[in-house]
């Protein structure tokens, strides 16, 4: 009986070697609460995202890199975006391109976004993504015809 509980935990501890080679993120994921829209502004600026990046509806400098990127930021959107998806954008924006010209916003196949992995703490991310969802407004939804 001692061996086949021993031979168990082996089993499972090399399931969970295994398991480590592959990335997984639960749908959870989410960042602290405790983000902060007015630092969030002042990381964007900090880092030179309003170099590329206009947001709708506020009165950050416009920006100046040539030529133009076409990603406004903010705005009307159908869905709100969550910490995941806004996190992923930042750190890894070739993951999954923005739907836009791909001659405009990509060179051979990447991002023309720098990965920010390197470049910002954590806690300027969280205020970023707090800034960011702060800026998007989801429309309102049509209204849904039920026929009886
Ligand atoms: C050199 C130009 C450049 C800079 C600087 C830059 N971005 Fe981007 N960004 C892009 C381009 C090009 C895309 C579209 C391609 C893609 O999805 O990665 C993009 C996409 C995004 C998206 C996805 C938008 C969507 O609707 O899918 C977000 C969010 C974003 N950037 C945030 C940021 C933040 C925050 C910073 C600063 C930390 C930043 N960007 C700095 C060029 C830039």
Redesign the pocket.
Known sequence: MLRRSKLLVLAALLGSSWACNTRYSASAFHLPADGDVERGKA??LA???????QVSGTDLPQ?A?QPP?????GGD?NER?SDA??VT??ID????????PRE???VDGR????H?AD??SVR?LTD??AF?QAQYRVRPRLPQYVYY
């Open positions: 990381a964007f880092l030179g995202c309003n170099s590329c990046h920006p890199v990127v076409p990603v406004v930021l959107v975006y998806f806004l954008e930042v924006p070739s993951r999954r391109l923005a739907p836009y405009q916003i990509a991002s023309r976004m720098p920010y470049r910002m300027q970023i993504v960011l």
